[in-house]
């Protein structure tokens, strides 16, 4: 029986692009994702086409939608500046694949282009919002910074974007030349924010397409240099923009913040879930806000509980990265713009974010090993 997958690859074989060939030729579709039937995937042009594929755009969702098995279609048109740094050459496309049975090979292959010169970019990941998914990503960037790697830290977070607070950032990013930006340096980290391109008062209402674009020109139209790792903070939740951004981001692996307690732990296994979905390698999980320590009595107190995250890391068998306590000075040195690690180098905190982000590299070089791995595809 053929699957949704194929089917959809079918029903795109059926559309033709502006040079009247089939879209499944056109070397403009990404990888296609699908789950509990809905269906995910962008295609990607060069900016001066954009107008002409549209309409392709338009027709290809409601193929897509007609689809037996299918639900949801989301298809996102993203654009590439013709000629711009890294060529749009050097970009493995997907011709769609085959249209029987399952892709051979490494399903990675078929994910987005990196960024030249950017050596990992990682996910950092929350089932929920709240959990402290941008305290960790701030710490555990700048943990990696202390170990000797360049670090940029990009956020992603289209709900609620943080690092300019989390970091102090007031300024707006310069222009490096054409429509490329320079990103902030601060830690010795170069960071860039969603926050920067919208208005702190905008409602953030985000449609999918805008979701991609704003974060392609983050990830592909700003100077980062030569980074050994890019950390993003994602936004929290596993719907249909995380998805889609999970997929359009080239990342080496995802690190999932859960706090102790079984409500957040149900959202992280579907974090993990997405982003196995899509073929990234879940480096580990964090559990933060674990053991509450009394700054007044030193009294030890599991107030969302402890250690939950560690059992459903080994019920998952994924790595566990490591606790993060629920500290006063971790939350106001957030809040003052300086984070801990940066804060207090020598302390405790410092300490745990440091030796998660150890682990992280670890969790790293092992998925960068050749190592023949067996995907299966379900
Ligand atoms: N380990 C911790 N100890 C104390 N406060 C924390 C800790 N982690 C996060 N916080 C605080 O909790 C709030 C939410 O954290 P944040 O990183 O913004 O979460 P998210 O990005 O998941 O929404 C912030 O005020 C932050 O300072
Ligand atoms: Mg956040």
């Avoid at 030569?226 to 080239?250: C, E, F, I, S």
């Amino acid at each position: 029986m053929a699957s949704v997958k194929d089917n959809v690859l079918a029903a795109l074989a059926k559309v033709s692009g502006p040079d009247g060939k089939p879209l499944t030729e056109s070397g403009a579709l990404s990888d296609i994702v699908v789950g509990d039937g809905k269906v995910f995937f962008s295609i990607t042009v060069e900016a001066a086409a954009v107008r002409q594929w549209e309409s392709v755009r338009a027709r290809a969702e409601q193929a897509v939608r007609a689809t037996p098995g299918v639900q949801s279609a989301m298809i996102a048109l993203t654009a590439e500046r013709a000629g711009g740094a890294g060529a749009a050459a050097a970009r493995p496309r997907v011709a769609g694949g085959p249209a029987q049975g399952p892709a051979p090979g490494p399903a990675r292959a078929a994910g987005p282009a990196g960024i030249p010169g950017v050596a990992a970019i990682i996910a950092v990941a929350s089932g929920k919002g709240g959990v402290g998914k941008s305290t960790v990503a701030v710490n555990l960037a700048l943990g990696l910074r202390d170990l000797g790697l360049k670090v940029g830290i990009l956020d992603a977070d289209i709900y609620g974007p943080s690092l300019p607070k989390l970091l102090a950032i007031r300024e707006r990013p310069q222009a490096a030349g054409g429509t490329r930006l320079k990103p902030i340096v601060r830690h010795g980290m170069a960071v860039m924010s969603i926050g920067f391109l919208v208005e702190e008062e905008t409602p953030m209402i985000w449609r999918g397409p805008m979701v991609i674009s704003a974060l392609t020109q983050m990830l592909r139209e700003v100077d980062w240099g030569t980074l050994d790792v890019m950390v993003v903070d994602m936004p929290p939740g596993t719907g249909d923009a995380q998805l889609t951004m999970a997929q359009q981001v080239p990342l080496k692996g995802a690190v999932i913040v859960s706090t102790p307690q079984d409500l957040a732990l149900i959202d992280a296994r579907r974090g993990i879930a997405m982003f196995r979905r899509v073929n990234v390698p879940v480096l580990g999980i964090v559990e933060n806000m674990s053991t509450f320590i009394c700054p007044h009595c030193g009294a030890r107190s599991d107030i969302f509980g402890h250690g939950g995250a560690r059992a459903e890391a080994e019920r998952l068998g994924v790595p566990f990265l490591g606790e993060v306590p629920l500290a006063m000075d971790i939350r106001e040195k957030s809040d003052a713009g300086a984070p801990v690690v940066a804060a207090e180098p020598a302390g405790a905190h410092a300490e745990i974010f440091r030796a998660i982000a150890a682990r992280v590299r670890e969790g790293l070089a092992a998925e960068s090993r050749p190592a023949p791995k067996i995907v299966i595809e379900a």
